[in-house]
């Protein structure tokens, strides 16, 4: 679906294509000494942030794919990680190595270590208590906490599941498929800058983008035909808008 601004965009693209056949059919008249606004320069403006909108377009669909991708593989890691401590716990491990492993999945499941907060107001009860987020939920901290979590697992004979989705050289294939998720989301958002930043020049450049370009040949128009001018009354209508870039 097109944002509010592309269709801006596109408006700007279509009216400059309106603007340059007015242009044409003034003939000889039309005769600017600027090189920018001759018919050809401006035929090639056009031409170039076309392409550059329609890549754009399809740089913002790739970018969404791979959030949409990155979404769908990260959507079971909480329920997962949770799966795995309960596992740990009956295993036959020591209960401080347990708590070890409930201490890393209160990370991923973005709660704070409410024993650690008691303390600290058990030890320093006149004190207020600063805290700073703990939930640390964002992609790359999930794929570390989890990578920890099996870490602690793999280091503990005891946990030896025979159920394929809790071992660990699948969980660990897990977590590879996580980072490729995050890079190519990664990879993707760049890509997507690259486009964005190339169009927005092409359009809204100071002097040289088509936004100015356009501007400025309407305002050649005004000053050769005059603004009474029925030439003039052509292409006075024809707008172009700055949007939100």
């Known amino acids: ?9 596109a408006k700007n693209l279509a009216n400059l294509e309106i603007l340059i056949s007015y242009c044409i059919n003034f003939e000889e008249r039309y005769n600017p000494s600027r090189e920018d606004l001759k018919i050809a320069n401006l035929q090639a403006l056009l031409t170039k942030t ?20 990155r979404q769908e593989a990260f959507a079971p890691l909480k329920s997962l990680s949770t799966k795995l401590v309960n596992a740990f716990r009956i295993s036959g491990v020591d209960d401080l190595t347990v708590a070890r492993a409930k201490a890393i999945n209160r990370k991923i499941q973005g709660k704070k270590a409410l024993s650690t907060l008691k303390r600290m107001k058990k030890e320093t ?13 964002s992609y790359n901290y999930l794929v570390e906490h989890l990578d920890a979590l099996v870490r602690l697992l793999a280091a503990h004979s005891e946990y030896n599941p025979h159920e394929v989705p809790l071992q660990i ?35 809204y450049h100071d002097k ?10 309407k305002a050649y128009i005004k000053v050769i035909f005059g603004v009474k001018s029925y030439e003039y009354g052509l292409i006075k209508g024809i707008s172009f808008k700055r949007r939100d870039i």
Not at 208 to 217: F, Q, R, Y
């Open 169 to 203: 050289p699948t969980l660990k294939d897990y977590i590879n498929q996580l980072k490729a998720c995050n890079l190519a989301v990664m990879n993707a958002h760049v890509a997507y800058e690259g486009s964005r930043s190339t169009k927005n020049i092409l359009l």
């Open 50 to 69: 076309k392409a550059a909108l329609a890549e754009h377009s399809l740089k913002v669909v790739a970018q969404n794919h791979a959030i949409s991708q």
């Open 208 to 217: 040289t983008g088509l936004l100015d370009i356009a501007l400025d040949v």
């Open 1 to 9: 679906m097109s944002t509010t601004s592309e269709s801006g965009q």
């Open 125 to 137: 009860p006149e004190e207020p208590i600063v805290t700073i987020s703990t939930s640390q939920q």
